[in-house]
């Protein structure tokens, strides 16, 4: 079939689906967004390609960027033709979104009723990452149901040094209750009641809580392991290969890379959902951080490294001393002189939330750092050099002498549990010691780079970070090199009115292979929704003033909220000084964040408004978007202030610096088109059905009376605006 061949019958599908689901609306922006999407996919050159001289020809890469507002009903306007197109190319479909809760609903929901409806039958799965799953053999061993495998270095051997400190500084009744937990989820495993997956708990367990049973790819042995036969994480696996459809998230999509995780991205489609996510994910996924004042984990290596080695008789093994200790003295020295230099700027911060920090200006660092970091990098280096040629031996014997699985499973994981903090700390000295090479001119990017300083009960902890701060270049050369045919879509990808915003942030400013598309909701904004721009007489940005004024202007519109309401903050001192002025009346009406896990309080909060009571929601920027209360669940929204990003993210500071050092202006050019998507997001609150008729309050007068408040404006949907004088 010619292209245009595949894209009409995709869109037929599509039609045809339309037409059969129960209670069908005509949707136009619907149907304009999947006939981009299919043409898209239909004109994307998958796979190898041949030219007639035997040599591989160029492929055609083909990316949509689809704005589509609420109520188009993108899943089902990408979903559709794509699927469409995959079952007729013989590829697969790979969706990535941002958050669990869009997993779970296209998961459970929108793929079943897509499966029921569509001529073509097709499997779906849901592909997260490793450490979602259990490790049985690290649960069996805490449970307390696994023997002690060791070669003399005991039970602990399958766990971080933290687990192994925190559980010695328990009190005995908190260590028995873990056990029991641990005990009690074993057996829930071993009885089939439980898959193995932390989100289908009843009460997903704490970070802390998780970590030391989850599943950890530096530590597994994959098949060779004796519990391989009933992992979870590979049972999930083999759903996936028979899966034509595949649902993941944007950090186990940039995480995985070339890993051979999720399809190639060569030879399936792409759909990026929550796509204004993704700049986000990118840096956080790229940046990397190394502690310089734990460092027991190296002779821990060490010793393990020299062992194992030892009984594979794995010659590479002797420099294995040398680079120990070349790295604990090296990071000692690191962080004498991190203090020596930005010890009184770090120590001044004691009082602030949250570790005090330093960014290093221009991403220079002083040169007596330099030299530290290059012996730590070639240390590093070498050592991860010596444990590639025992994981090597390791595998082989594992090959050769099946029935010792158990024991080399357990030797591989020692080395496993500690192999990745050496990576990370050889990958940080590296991106530290990036600096602009010789006769470079201003437009060279520098990482940014910053040094932390944190109290640890009794002990001081300092450590370097590096990330890089153009978003765009990073996925340029790690994504999109690599992708054939994608679609990008969110509610919010354009930014004071245009596209450019996002596609310099996601890397496909001048791609050529790039289109975009605008589908506009189907809601009547402007006579279903009312922007009341209530103005304080106070300045914002003189925060004390402004948040007492805001604060009395809020408490006296809530207590007029008949049912829903959502109450968005930018900073936790500004939420707290509002719970704190709440007139004892009303303080049984507030449900705050985080004084309940989010499902509670919104269960809460549905069954008051049921009830007909009213209800009020004081949350902050996790509030703001992907959350979905329709109709009287949320009838108002108030913005308390423009949600500009915090002033103190040492990635944004340094890109701004970046950004004058170049002649270009980082408030225009970078904070007010990100605090437009922002905006666009938190009062995207308000309206979610034809049917809803909202007010959306923001106190931050700055949005009517400033040139770029204009442009914010100009993001927002078309609501009516009334403008009220300070109360």
Same mark, same amino acid.
């Given at each position: 079939?010619?292209?245009?061949?595949?894209?009409?019958?995709?869109?037929?599908?599509?039609?045809?689906?339309?037409?059969?689901?129960?209670?069908?609306?005509?949707?136009?922006?619907?149907?304009?967004?999947?006939?981009?999407?299919?043409?898209?996919?239909?004109?994307?050159?998958?796979?190898?390609?041949?030219?007639?001289?035997?040599?591989?020809?160029?492929?055609?890469?083909?990316?949509?960027?689809?704005?589509?507002?609420?109520?188009?009903?993108?899943?089902?306007?990408?979903?559709?033709?794509?699927?469409?197109?995959?079952?007729?190319?013989?590829?697969?479909?790979?969706?990535?979104?941002?958050?669990?809760?869009?997993?779970?609903?296209?998961?459970?929901?929108?793929?079943?009723?897509?499966?029921?409806?569509?001529?073509?039958?097709?499997?779906?799965?849901?592909?997260?990452?490793?450490?979602?799953?259990?490790?049985?053999?690290?649960?069996?061993?805490?449970?307390?149901?696994?023997?002690?495998?060791?070669?003399?270095?005991?039970?602990?051997?399958?766990?971080?040094?933290?687990?192994?400190?925190?559980?010695?500084?328990?009190?005995?009744?908190?260590?028995?209750?873990?056990?029991?937990?641990?005990?009690?989820?074993?057996?829930?495993?071993?009885?089939?009641?439980?898959?193995?997956?932390?989100?289908?708990?009843?009460?997903?367990?704490?970070?802390?809580?998780?970590?030391?049973?989850?599943?950890?790819?530096?530590?597994?042995?994959?098949?060779?392991?004796?519990?391989?036969?009933?992992?979870?994480?590979?049972?999930?696996?083999?759903?996936?290969?028979?899966?034509?459809?595949?649902?993941?998230?944007?950090?186990?999509?940039?995480?995985?890379?070339?890993?051979?995780?999720?399809?190639?991205?060569?030879?399936? $489609? %792409?759909?990026?959902? =929550?796509?204004?996510?993704? @700049?986000?994910? &990118?840096? /956080?996924?790229?940046?990397?951080?190394? #502690? !310089?004042?734990?460092?027991?984990?190296?002779?821990?290596?060490?010793?393990?490294?020299?062992?194992?080695?030892? $009984? %594979?008789?794995?010659? =590479?093994?002797?420099?294995? @001393?040398?680079? &120990?200790? /070349?790295?604990?003295?090296?990071?000692? #020295? !690191?962080?004498?002189?991190?203090?020596?230099?930005?010890?009184?700027?770090?120590?001044?911060?004691?009082?602030?939330?949250?570790?005090?920090?330093?960014?290093?200006?221009?991403?220079?660092?002083?040169? /007596?750092?330099?030299?530290?970091?290059?012996? !730590?990098?070639?240390?590093?280096?070498?050592?991860?050099?010596?444990?590639?040629?025992?994981?090597?031996?390791?595998?082989?014997?594992?090959?050769?002498?099946?029935?010792?699985?158990?024991?080399?499973?357990?030797?591989?994981?020692?080395?496993?549990? !500690?192999?990745?903090?050496?990576?990370?700390?050889?990958?940080?000295?590296?991106?530290?010691?990036?600096?602009?090479?010789?006769?470079?001119?201003?437009?060279?990017?520098?990482?940014?780079?910053?040094?932390?300083?944190?109290?640890?009960?009794?002990?001081?902890?300092?450590?370097?970070?590096?990330?890089?701060?153009?978003?765009?270049?990073?996925?340029?050369?790690?994504?999109?090199?690599?992708?054939?045919?994608?679609?990008?879509?969110?509610?919010?990808?354009?930014?004071?009115?245009?596209?450019?915003?996002?596609?310099?942030?996601?890397?496909?400013?001048?791609?050529?292979?790039?289109?975009?598309?605008?589908?506009?909701?189907?809601?009547?904004?402007?006579?279903?929704?009312?922007?009341?721009?209530?103005?304080?007489?106070?300045?914002?940005?003189?925060?004390?003033?402004?948040?007492?004024?805001?604060?009395?202007?809020?408490?006296?519109?809530?207590?007029?909220?008949?049912?829903?309401?959502?109450?968005?903050?930018?900073?936790?001192?500004?939420?707290?000084?509002?719970?704190?002025?709440?007139?004892?009346?009303?303080?049984?009406?507030?449900?705050?964040?985080?004084?309940?896990?989010?499902?509670?309080?919104?269960?809460?909060?549905?069954?008051?408004?049921?009830?007909?009571?009213?209800?009020?929601?004081?949350?902050?920027?996790?509030?703001?978007?992907?959350?979905?209360?329709?109709?009287?669940?949320?009838?108002?929204?108030?913005?308390?202030?423009?949600?500009?990003?915090?002033?103190?993210?040492?990635?944004?500071?340094?890109?701004?610096?970046?950004?004058?050092?170049?002649?270009?202006?980082?408030?225009?050019?970078?904070?007010?088109?990100?605090?437009?998507?922002?905006?666009?997001?938190?009062?995207?609150?308000?309206?979610?059905?034809?049917?809803?008729?909202?007010?959306?309050?923001?106190?931050?007068?700055?949005?009517?009376?400033?040139?770029?408040?204009?442009?914010?404006?100009?993001?927002?949907?078309?609501?009516?605006?009334?403008?009220?004088?300070?109360?």
């Amino acid at each position: 079939m010619s292209s245009n061949e595949w894209a009409q019958a995709a869109l037929q599908s599509f039609d045809a689906v339309v037409a059969a689901t129960p209670g069908f609306r005509s949707r136009p922006g619907q149907r304009l967004m999947a006939e981009q999407v299919a043409r898209t996919f239909s004109t994307a050159t998958l796979g190898k390609v041949d030219a007639d001289d035997g040599e591989e020809a160029a492929p055609t890469r083909s990316i949509a960027v689809i704005q589509a507002g609420t109520g188009v009903g993108k899943s089902l306007a990408y979903c559709a033709p794509a699927i469409a197109l995959a079952l007729s190319r013989g590829t697969r479909v790979l969706i990535s979104t941002a958050t669990v809760a869009l997993q779970e609903q296209l998961v459970n929901k929108d793929l079943p009723a897509l499966l029921a409806l569509m001529p073509q039958p097709f499997k779906f799965a849901l592909a997260k990452g490793r450490g979602r799953y259990v490790c049985k053999l690290k649960l069996d061993r805490l449970a307390g149901t696994g023997e002690a495998e060791g070669e003399g270095e005991g039970e602990d051997d399958l766990f971080a040094d933290e687990e192994v400190t925190a559980r010695a500084k328990r009190p005995r009744h908190e260590t028995e209750a873990r056990m029991q937990f641990y005990s009690t989820m074993a057996q829930t495993l071993s009885k089939g009641a439980w898959d193995g997956d932390r989100d289908s708990l009843d009460t997903p367990p704490e970070p802390e809580v998780w970590s030391p049973v989850a599943a950890e790819g530096a530590s597994c042995t994959g098949k060779h392991c004796p519990a391989f036969s009933q992992c979870t994480y590979y049972d999930k696996r083999k759903e996936l290969v028979g899966a034509q459809v595949i649902v993941a998230n944007h950090d186990l999509l940039l995480s995985s890379l070339g890993a051979r995780v999720l399809p190639e991205l060569d030879n399936c $489609l %792409l759909i990026l959902d =929550e796509a204004h996510h993704l @700049p986000a994910t &990118a840096l /956080q996924q790229f940046a990397c951080s190394m #502690d !310089l004042s734990r460092i027991t984990w190296i002779e821990r290596l060490s010793s393990r490294g020299l062992r194992i080695g030892a $009984l %594979l008789e794995v010659e =590479e093994i002797a420099d294995i @001393p040398r680079h &120990a200790a /070349q790295l604990r003295q090296t990071l000692q #020295d !690191l962080a004498r002189i991190v203090m020596e230099v930005y010890g009184d700027n770090l120590k001044s911060q004691r009082d602030t939330w949250g570790p005090a920090r330093v960014r290093v200006p221009r991403g220079e660092l002083p040169e /007596q750092l330099i030299a530290p970091l290059g012996l !730590l990098a070639a240390s590093a280096d070498g050592f991860l050099e010596a444990l590639r040629a025992i994981s090597k031996a390791l595998r082989a014997e594992m090959r050769d002498k099946p029935d010792e699985a158990k024991r080399l499973s357990t030797l591989y994981a020692q080395i496993g549990m !500690l192999a990745p903090r050496l990576e990370e700390l050889h990958a940080t000295a590296q991106l530290l010691l990036q600096d602009a090479p010789q006769g470079a001119d201003r437009s060279f990017v520098p990482a940014a780079k910053w040094f932390t300083l944190e109290v640890d009960g009794d002990f001081i902890v300092v450590k370097a970070h590096a990330s890089p701060i153009l978003p765009g270049t990073t996925l340029r050369n790690h994504l999109w090199s690599a992708v054939r045919g994608a679609v990008l879509t969110s509610a919010t990808l354009t930014s004071c009115g245009n596209f450019d915003f996002f596609l310099r942030e996601a890397g496909l400013h001048g791609d050529d292979a790039a289109t975009t598309l605008e589908v506009a909701s189907p809601f009547n904004y402007a006579a279903q929704g009312t922007l009341i721009a209530a103005e304080t007489r106070a300045d914002p940005k003189n925060a004390a003033q402004f948040t007492t004024e805001m604060v009395d202007a809020l408490l006296h519109d809530i207590a007029r909220v008949e049912y829903g309401a959502l109450v968005l903050f930018t900073s936790r001192e500004q939420m707290r000084q509002a719970v704190d002025a709440l007139p004892t009346a009303m303080r049984s009406v507030v449900l705050v964040q985080n004084a309940l896990p989010r499902t509670q309080l919104l269960r809460r909060h549905r069954e008051r408004v049921d009830n007909g009571e009213p209800s009020v929601i004081f949350g902050m920027q996790s509030f703001g978007e992907g959350l979905d209360l329709p109709g009287r669940l949320c009838e108002s929204v108030f913005i308390t202030k423009l949600p500009f990003a915090p002033p103190d993210d040492p990635v944004g500071e340094a890109r701004a610096e970046w950004l004058r050092a170049v002649g270009r202006d980082p408030f225009s050019e970078l904070v007010v088109p990100a605090t437009a998507i922002r905006l666009a997001q938190w009062v995207g609150r308000a309206i979610r059905t034809e049917e809803d008729v909202a007010h959306v309050y923001c106190y931050d007068k700055r949005l009517t009376r400033t040139s770029y408040g204009q442009r914010l404006l100009k993001g927002l949907p078309p609501f009516s605006l009334e403008q009220r004088a300070p109360l």
